[in-house]
């Protein structure tokens, strides 16, 4: 399995960005995907994932209600919708597949994408 993650971008505070991850290899549909993000000076954290029936999500805190998480099976595709970006925000931000488990904790993800800059300018 192959993750290429994309949508990054310099944004201005209160902006929008969509991220995507798009998957090769395997099968979509058998893998829970994740999106974690790092900040400059920061361990890699948590932000948001989707089941690998898209029946169930989960946010971080800081970013519930504002990040949206969806897939398109036709797409083999994971988007990251983020909404009234914060600098706060600004990180390098990685997709993740796990064929066992819907969980936050990224020690449970099987195959990781390259990641895609976020910055957000306050």
């Known amino acids: 399995v192959q993750l290429q993650a994309s949508g990054g971008g310099l944004v201005q505070a209160g902006d929008s960005l969509r991220l995507s991850c798009t998957y090769s290899?395997?099968?979509?549909?058998?893998?829970?995907t994740g999106w974690f993000r790092q900040r400059p000076g920061k361990e890699r954290e948590f932000v948001s994932l989707?089941?690998?029936?898209?029946?169930?999500?989960d946010y971080a805190g800081s970013v519930r209600g504002r990040f949206t998480i969806s897939k398109d099976n036709t797409k083999n595709t994971v988007y990251l919708q983020m909404n009234s970006l914060k600098a706060g925000d600004t990180a390098v931000y990685y997709c993740a597949a796990s064929y066992l488990f819907s969980t936050q904790q990224s020690a449970k993800y099987d195959y990781w994408g390259r990641g895609t800059q976020v910055t957000v300018s306050s």
């Open positions: 989707i089941s690998a029936d898209g029946g169930r999500t």
């Open positions: 290899g395997g099968t979509f549909s058998d893998y829970a």
